[in-house]
């Protein structure tokens, strides 16, 4: 995994993936950690996207983009859940959302909320 981010706040650490995966079926899965003294909000909905939950790169280091998010109904109100200091809570978003998909080779990802701190995990697609 890349550079630990500092100890305090909302940090995102990967699992690393067993092997390499089918891009269909590929999934990621990341903790997000309340390393900080207060409690803080998780829109629950948007880390469990891979559309808004994460950023992925290709070994070129150029951004691959996921289709276009759909329009939520007009009545819409996210799930958010708190999260105390010290505890934490697992998302496995799965990467079946890129245009084009994700083609054979490596990517590196990281959370995309700029709210919560991330590390970096390597994955490869075969």
Known sequence: ??????????????????????????????????????????????????????EVFDASGAQRYTIPPGMPPANYKPRVEQLAPGKSRRFEITLNVFSPELAAGTYTARARPKTIRSETVRFTIR
């Open 1 to 54: 995994m890349g550079d630990a981010p500092a100890a305090d706040g909302l940090v995102a650490v990967f699992e690393q993936p067993a092997g390499a995966m089918v891009a269909s079926a590929a999934t990621l899965a990341f903790v997000v950690e309340n390393r900080g003294t207060t409690e803080a909000t998780l829109d629950l909905d948007q880390l469990g996207s891979a559309i808004f939950a994460i």
